[in-house]
Structures are given as C-alpha cells and as structure tokens.
C-alpha cells in the first residue's frame, strides 16, 4: 500500500470516527430525554452506533474495490441503496442480539424489562438506521465527487501548464542560437561567393523563423503546408551540412491533404539530424516518407543511429509533439495517435500515425 493510500485510510478513520461519536452523542441525548435514565437505552445507541461505523467502513471499502465511483448515477445509486438495506438490518440484527441477552440477565433495564419487537417496531428501527446510513452515503459521494471533480480541474490545468512549458520551450528551441548563428555565418559566406544561393538562402530562413514564430496558434495544417516548412528548413540545413546530408522522401501525393499538429514532422527531421546525421563526420542519408491509408496519416523519418542512441526519445521536440497528440511517454499512445522511436540495424526509425 502506498503512503499516499494509507494517509488517506487514516484520514478516513479519524473522519468516520468522529461522525458517528456525534451521532452517538446525540443519540443518547435524544434517548434519554424521551425514554428515560434507561441503562438498555445506552447499550442500544452503542450498539447501533457501533454497528453503523463499521458498516459505513465497509461500504466505503468494497464501493472503492469494485469502482462503484466509475459508474453512472443510476449503478452508484441502486448498489448503495442496496448495501443500506444490507447494513441496516444487520446493524438491527447485532443490536437485537446484544440487546436480548442483557435484558435475560438482568444486566441492563428497560421498562418492564422487555423490548418492543413487533413487525412495526422492528421496521421502525430499520427505517431510522438506514435513513442515517443514506445520509452518510449521499456525504460521502458528494465529497468523492467533489474531490474528483477538483483533482480533474488541477489535472487539466497541468496538463495545460505542461503544454505551454514545452511550447515555449519548443519555440527556444527551434531559435536556438546555434541555428541562427550557422544559418548567418553560411549566408554571409555566401554573400560575395554565390549571391543568388544567398537570397535563396534568405528566403528559406525567413520562412523557417516566420514559422517557429506562428507555430502557437493552436490549428492543426495540412501535410502539405508541413512540407513545405520541412522544405525550407531542409534548405537551409543543406548549405550547413552541404555534402553530408543527404535527403530521400518518399511522400504519397494522397497524404499532403492529411492533417497533423503544426511541426510535428519538422521536429521529427530536425531530431534526425541533430542525433544522427550531425553526429557522423560523414554525415548520413535522411528518409522521410509519408502515406495516408484507412483514414491514418503515416510518417516514417529515418537517420543513422549513433552506436550509444536510445529510442527512449526524451528531448523537447519529441515531448512537445506527445504533448500535441495527447500522447503519455509510456505507452506513446492515445486516441489521435501513436508515436515510436526503433532501432533497425544502424539506423534509428521515427514512426508517427495520427487519426484523421
């Protein structure tokens, strides 16, 4: 049992303990204010109070074992009925055979020594203790609910902080300065070698930081309007990398149509090349390919693996795009989408499908 589970048991104990002492207190009160100085009375209140504390502890337990909670308004409410009818009369039941003896033997009083047990009386007794048991029900789901409702509120907020953090850090990284300080050295070297290739390379950079700028607004785009960002970028990593990279796509003119989340294929080249083909002197070969079948977009980037690579992908391009999906690091799975990263061979294997 976690530390977590057995605070919140304590808890619950000292709670529940403390509720049903006042129902006891009061019970006595009303008892003999109306029945009298009756020693039988007190033995009834305890026995009946005793009773309740351990069934309400029992429907508390077997209701969070069998996920009474997960169910909806109309399963929750028939089975707490039920376990109220149950308690009830076994709280009666107990009460009866303590009761009994005690009056035999002369061990308690009540007037005339004898107790009221004709078919109204003992319903009587059963309406009024599972009354009191529903009360403590409908508290206890109420707070449940309640809790839930709250801890689903601060998960939600979060996951949205969570999101925002790996934005912005996304967005850092996308401007990090080794980027823009490579792609400036490269144009400036270009300026007096090859001026066209230079307003070429402007251009393509231009769009790229446009791009990682506007990124945030939330809307999903178009493989199509994907690629062409991918293109940019591609073009100005290639004056950097010049002979060693080496670009091959294989993209299904029926996929450019498919939606995705913006980035989500920028950050898969842009992971290929800063962990595998910026690791090789002589660079590498990097594949992307992108098909759309029975309504699921399938991109697959490629890179050469580095001999010491994992495929446990925990880097803010990769984490922001499981963000994007709605996707958890293990399983990297969720309803818009699957992500995973393998190794085959000497080469490590980016697979993405999202629904569409």
Same mark, same amino acid.
């Given at each position: 049992m976690s530390e977590k589970r057995a605070a919140r048991d304590t808890g619950f104990w000292w709670r529940n303990s403390a509720v049903w002492l006042v129902y006891l207190g009061v019970s006595l009160l009303l008892g003999v204010t109306y029945g009298g100085h009756w020693s039988g009375i007190v033995l009834i209140s305890v026995m009946v109070t005793l009773s309740l504390w351990v069934g309400s502890a029992f429907i508390r337990g077997y209701a969070l074992r069998h996920d009474w909670l997960q169910r909806d308004l109309l399963g929750l409410t028939w089975r707490l009925l039920l376990a109220v009818v149950i308690v009830a009369a076994a709280a009666q039941v107990l009460t009866a055979a303590a009761l009994l003896p005690a009056l035999a033997w002369d061990w308690?009083?009540?007037?005339?020594? &004898? =107790?009221?047990?004709? #078919?109204?009386? /003992? *319903?009587?007794?059963?309406? +009024?203790?599972?009354?009191?048991?529903?009360?403590?029900?409908?508290?206890?789901?109420?707070?449940?609910?309640?809790?839930?409702?709250?801890?689903?509120?601060?998960?939600?907020?979060?996951?949205?902080?969570?999101?925002?953090?790996?934005?912005?850090?996304?967005? &850092? =990284?996308?401007?990090? #300065?080794?980027? /823009? *300080?490579?792609?400036?050295? +490269?144009?400036?070297?270009?300026?007096?070698?090859?001026?066209?290739?230079?307003?070429?390379?402007?251009?393509?950079?231009?769009?790229?930081?446009?791009?990682?700028?506007?990124?945030?607004?939330?809307?999903?785009?178009?493989?199509?309007?994907?690629?062409?960002?991918?293109?940019?970028?591609?073009?100005?990593?290639?004056?950097?990398?010049?002979?060693?990279?080496?670009?091959?796509?294989?993209?299904?003119?029926?996929?450019?149509?498919?939606?995705?989340?913006?980035m989500a294929l920028q950050l898969l080249v842009e992971n290929a090349i800063k962990h595998g083909i910026a690791v090789y002197p002589g660079g590498g070969e990097l594949q992307v390919r992108a098909q759309c079948e029975c309504g699921v977009l399938r991109l697959e980037v490629g890179n050469p693996a580095a001999p010491q690579t994992t495929t446990e992908g925990h880097g803010i391009g990769l984490a922001y795009l499981r963000a994007q999906l709605g996707i958890d690091a293990a399983p990297s799975s969720s309803s818009r989408g699957t992500f995973r990263l393998e190794r085959q061979g000497e080469r490590m294997l980016a697979h993405l499908e999202i629904q569409q």
């Open positions: 308690v009083q009540l007037p005339g020594q &004898r =107790a009221n047990y004709r #078919p109204a009386a /003992v *319903f009587g007794y059963w309406f +009024n203790t599972a009354i009191v048991l529903s009360v403590w029900c409908a508290l206890w789901t109420g707070r449940r609910a309640l809790q839930r409702a709250r801890h689903s509120e601060m998960a939600q907020l979060r996951a949205e902080a969570q999101r925002a953090t790996l934005e912005h850090q996304a967005l &850092r =990284a996308r401007l990090n #300065p080794h980027f /823009v *300080f490579n792609a400036l050295n +490269n144009l400036r070297a270009l300026i007096n070698e090859d001026p066209a290739r230079a307003r070429d390379m402007v251009t393509h950079l231009s769009s790229t930081l446009r791009h990682a700028l506007v990124h945030t607004d939330g809307g999903w785009v178009t493989l199509a309007e994907e690629w062409r960002v991918v293109q940019d970028y591609l073009a100005v990593e290639a004056i950097h990398y010049e002979g060693r990279l080496r670009v091959h796509t294989d993209i299904d003119p029926a996929a450019l149509s498919a939606r995705l989340p913006p």
